[in-house]
C-alpha cells in the first residue's frame, strides 16, 4: 500500500476503510447484556464507596482503602500531587492522579483493580514493590486492568498516576 494511502486509512474512522480485520475483531470486547460474575476476591467491585485521593504521603493516611472493597478514588491534576517516590510513567500536566493507603494483614498474592489504565505503584517504607503479573478484568466486568504484588504485613501506599480522567475505581483484594 502507498504511503499516503496507508496514512490515508489511518486516519479515517474503521467504517469508511473498509470490514474490520480479524485482529481488530479479537480485540473487541463483547456486547454485555449483564454484568460479568466476578471471582471471590472481586465481589467488593460491584458496589464502590467514593473517596478523595489525597495529594501527599501524609494526606494517604487518610485516604485509606479497606481490602475487598471498592472504591471510586476522585483524582487530582498531576501537578497538585507531591508523590513519594516518583511513578515510572508520572502523566502529563492534563493526567490525573492521586495517592491512598491500605494495611495488608496476612502475607500473601495481593490484586490491585482498576477501571482505568492509569499506572499504579504499591510503595512500603519508600520502596516501590515489584508487580508480579498484570491483566485484563473478566468481559463486562467493569475492571480494565489487573495488577498483582505479593506483599507482606503492613500499611502500604498506593500512587496513581497518569490516568485520563478524574476517578478511577480501584479494588485491593487478597488472592487465594
Known amino acids: 500500500m502507498p504511503r499516503f494511502a496507508l496514512l490515508l486509512a489511518c486516519a479515517l474512522p474503521a467504517s469508511l476503510v473498509g470490514p474490520p480485520s480479524q485482529a481488530r475483531q479479537a480485540e473487541a470486547p463483547p456486547a454485555c447484556t449483564a454484568p460479568a460474575e466476578l471471582p471471590a476476591p472481586l465481589t467488593g467491585w460491584a458496589a464502590p464507596g467514593t473517596m478523595k485521593a489525597a495529594a501527599n504521603a501524609k494526606g494517604s493516611a487518610t485516604a485509606r482503602l479497606i481490602p475487598g472493597r471498592a472504591m471510586q478514588l476522585k483524582l487530582l491534576p498531576t501537578p497538585k500531587i507531591a508523590y513519594p517516590l516518583r511513578p515510572e510513567k508520572p502523566g502529563g500536566s492534563v493526567s490525573f492522579g492521586g495517592l491512598a493507603s491500605f494495611t495488608v494483614a496476612e502475607e500473601g498474592m495481593w490484586r490491585v483493580a482498576l477501571s482505568s489504565g492509569a499506572w499504579i505503584d504499591v510503595v512500603k517504607d519508600g520502596v ?28 502500604y501506599m498506593l500512587q496513581v498516576s497518569a490516568n485520563g480522567t478524574d476517578a478511577s475505581t480501584l479494588l485491593v483484594a487478597r488472592l487465594p
Open 128 to 155: 516501590a514493590w515489584p508487580s508480579v503479573a498484570h491483566g485484563r478484568g473478566p468481559d463486562c466486568s467493569g475492571i480494565r486492568k489487573m495488577v498483582d504484588y505479593r506483599l507482606t504485613p503492613g500499611t
